[in-house]
């Protein structure tokens, strides 16, 4: 099959979730031998220079990149208050990138085309007057569940108002636009089961995140502490709200109990009041340079998310390395665990802080819920089985 892949963002370097949630596909697909092309938004926001895309990559993927800018622009902002569209949605809207799409597709043909992610789905019209493709929308999460999720939780009632306002247009819109594509492939079963009785009417399926499990071997490095970490980007608003959350609430308790234990933050775009916290015992590192060796050599990963959709790729990866993962349920969304088993769920300081006095006191249990996860990546999450999945949606939906 020829395969057009248009991305929100760059998905290599695979080095945050969307990401790297891509890169698995494209890739996967590429390895399975189809014809893959990439087109990605390379956006202020999350910014890549095309030059330091290896040669094999592109080769591989064919892959072209154009410049947006996604800064929120308070005159937009305001009058878009007067509109019915979703200020969300507009935001990705580029002449440069419909002329982009428009000169790919007027030079070359595709069975699908895969739009990453909600924020793409403007370009669907373009494509339908440009192409015969079968079009088919990646939804990595629900989008405006992510929004109500942080609109419930604000505090400023100017601020809940106007998240409020652009919670209801981008849910509008999501709900309306999922029966425009040929096909939508969520993350998750849940998901999937959530557009199905919100009316979606095309065809649906959830097609997990997958991973080469050779890349992700667990390493048993000796550690010379214990220790707690977070590994994700915090430009992701349910990522900055989970660790404030976290900070707030449950480290205290926490660090009562366990004085000596260390809280360890990575990530990119970290904001200014963690990159300037000073907190007994949390050490902010910012940005990794290997991603799978800081978890490697970190203790057991927290994942304090109040708000989101879809699936957490970091607590798959951490799953993966055989990693002891305490999150909440919202984190743990799209996986299918045990808790006690295979991870750790904690809704409440106190639970936080009871799972990992539980962790500290009981090594061997710790280490077989980290050997537990490793193994449902193992079988839930293998990117040949994912691919063979995707392939087969696919099929089924040329053949419509």
Not at 68 to 88: G, Q, R, T, V
Not at 239 to 266: D, Q, S, T, V
Not at 337 to 346: E, F, P, Q, T, V
Request: net charge positive; aromatic share 10%; charged share 25%.
């Amino acid at each position: 099959m020829k395969i057009l892949f248009l991305c929100n963002k760059s998905p290599y370097p695979p080095g945050e979730g969307g990401p790297i949630a891509m890169n698995a596909n494209i890739r996967g697909l590429v390895d399975a031998g189809h014809s893959v092309k990439v087109i990605a938004l390379n956006t202020n926001k999350y910014s890549v220079d095309p030059e330091k895309i290896p040669g094999s990559y592109r080769k591989a993927t064919g892959i072209e990149f154009v410049d947006i800018d996604l800064s929120i622009k308070p005159a937009d902002a305001f009058f878009n208050l007067f509109s019915k569209k979703s200020y969300h949605v507009e935001r990705f809207v580029s002449d440069a990138v419909k002329n982009k799409l428009i000169e790919t597709l007027n030079k070359n043909s595709f069975d699908i085309i895969q739009l990453e992610m909600l924020y793409m789905a403007p370009y669907l019209e373009i494509i339908r007057k440009h192409s015969n493709a079968k079009v088919v929308l990646r939804a990595h999460n629900i989008e405006y569940l992510i929004w109500e999720r942080i609109t419930s939780v604000t505090k400023n009632p100017v601020k809940k108002w106007y998240l409020e306002t652009l919670t209801r247009k981008l849910k509008n819109y999501e709900l309306s636009v999922i029966n425009e594509f040929d096909g939508v492939a969520t993350i998750t079963a849940k998901d999937a089961g959530f557009f199905r009785k919100a009316g979606c009417k095309v065809q649906i399926t959830d097609i997990p995140f997958g991973i080469n499990l050779q890349n992700y071997e667990p390493v048993n490095y000796k550690e010379k502490e214990v220790s707690l970490f977070h590994l994700g980007s915090m430009n992701w608003m349910p990522n900055e709200e989970g660790i404030r959350w976290f900070l707030n609430k449950a480290w205290p308790l926490i660090h009562k109990n366990n004085p000596e234990l260390k809280l360890y933050l990575a990530g990119r775009m970290m904001p200014e009041w963690l990159t300037n916290l000073t907190m007994q015992n949390v050490v902010v590192v910012g940005e990794v340079d290997d991603a799978t060796d800081f978890i490697n050599k970190k203790g057991i990963m927290i994942v304090p998310l109040l708000s989101g959709s879809g699936i957490r790729i970091k607590i798959i990866e951490g799953m993966a390395l055989g990693k002891t993962i305490i999150s909440t349920s919202i984190g743990a969304e799209g996986i299918n665990y045990k808790n006690g088993r295979d991870i750790l769920i904690a809704d409440t300081p106190e639970e936080f802080a009871k799972a990992v006095s539980t962790c500290l006191k009981d090594e061997v249990y710790c280490r077989s819920v980290g050997k537990n996860a490793r193994k449902l990546i193992e079988n839930d999450h293998n990117i040949s089985k994912i691919i063979g999945k995707l392939e087969g949606f696919y099929e089924r939906i040329i053949k419509i």
